[in-house]
């Protein structure tokens, strides 16, 4: 019984049993001090496994084929724009070259040499272009061709450059005009 009665004393005089609120007050502060690091250990916990799953989530789409296609159109597509321009520039380098050609032809023209009034002198075949006295002789059929067509004509006599107007050789220290 003293024993008993010890034993009850002592759990009167507990601050348990004396002022069970303050008692449950601290276990419910433990309590929730204990949820909130629960909290936040699984919220961290949370943040780390979303963020390794974005992760995952863009290589996969890296190996995804619709993602590969955008890429391969979007390389398509500058090649492309690459291409057009390089194709536009060599056109108009040839555009420029041609006209420049087209300019040199026609500067050099038999037809623009013979509206200045000059002709071009053929065999009577309008084969063999006739450039010296020693290609004709007297009594050939030649033929001349002008701006506006053609002459038949006969050679009837030849000068040599060297001669003056009566058939007379020029002496070397004179000239004609």
Do not use: F
């Not at 979303?50 to 296609?69: S, T």
């Not at 090649?79 to 321009?85: G, I, M, N, S, Y």
């Not at 009577?124 to 038949?152: C, F, Y």
């Amino acid at each position: 019984m003293t024993r008993a009665r010890e034993r009850l004393s002592r759990l009167q005089a507990s601050p348990a049993l004396r002022q069970p609120q303050r008692t449950l007050l601290q276990h419910a502060e433990r309590l929730d001090v204990l949820r909130m690091r629960l909290e936040a250990a699984s919220q961290a916990r949370r943040q780390l496994i979303a963020a390794r799953h974005d992760r995952l989530h863009q290589r996969l789409l890296g190996y995804h084929p619709q993602e590969a296609l955008l890429y391969a159109r979007r390389r398509q597509s500058e090649a492309e724009r690459l291409l057009k321009q390089a194709m536009s520039a060599v056109l108009r380098d040839k555009t420029k070259q041609l006209a420049s050609g087209i300019r040199q032809l026609d500067a050099l023209s038999p037809l623009k040499v013979m509206a200045r009034g000059y002709s071009l002198v053929y065999d009577e075949a309008g084969e063999r272009l006739i450039k010296s006295l020693g290609d004709v002789e007297p009594g050939d059929r030649i033929t001349v061709k002008v701006t506006d067509g053609e002459l038949d004509c006969q050679v009837w006599g030849m000068r040599n450059g060297k001669e003056n107007d009566h058939g007379e050789e020029e002496s070397a220290g004179a000239g004609s005009a």
